[in-house]
């Protein structure tokens, strides 16, 4: 059984910073990939970033490219989202998910587990 927590969410002025940590356990962490999600009220669930199993690929979407940061700690089973230069269209809850594979995926259907989320919100 593999469980996700998510944590360091919170709320922050436009142009802060703030890191979540997703705590893995279970013993296949260090070979899959992980990603993170978010949903905004209303909004369908949206990736953000995304890592290998060795961390030597990580892939961002457009509207965070540049600001955020995935990375990984396989020793602690820990996977990180540094985000920096917040948005107020940032706000959403936030998800960690362990990807079915090795690879970085993008689409939410190819992650099995799932995190209960974070909530960021952004203040203008």
């Known amino acids: 059984q593999v469980q996700l927590v998510e944590s360091g969410g919170g709320l922050v002025q436009a142009g802060g910073s703030l890191r979540l940590s997703c705590a893995a356990s279970?013993?296949?962490?260090?070979?899959?990939?992980m990603g993170w999600f978010r949903q905004a009220p209303g909004k369908e669930r949206e990736f953000v970033a995304t890592?290998?199993?060795?961390?030597?690929?990580?892939y961002y979407a457009d509207s965070v490219k540049g600001r955020f940061t995935i990375s990984r700690d396989n020793a602690k089973n820990m996977v990180y989202l540094q985000m920096n230069s917040l948005k107020p269209e940032d706000t959403a809850v936030y998800y960690c998910?362990?990807?079915?594979?090795?690879?970085?995926?993008?689409?939410?259907?190819?992650?099995?587990?799932w995190g209960q989320g974070t909530q960021v919100t952004v203040s203008s």
């Open positions: 998910a362990r990807a079915r594979g090795m690879t970085t995926m993008t689409d939410w259907a190819q992650y099995d587990y």
């Open positions: 279970g013993r296949t962490f260090s070979s899959r990939a």
């Open positions: 890592i290998s199993r060795s961390a030597s690929v990580t």
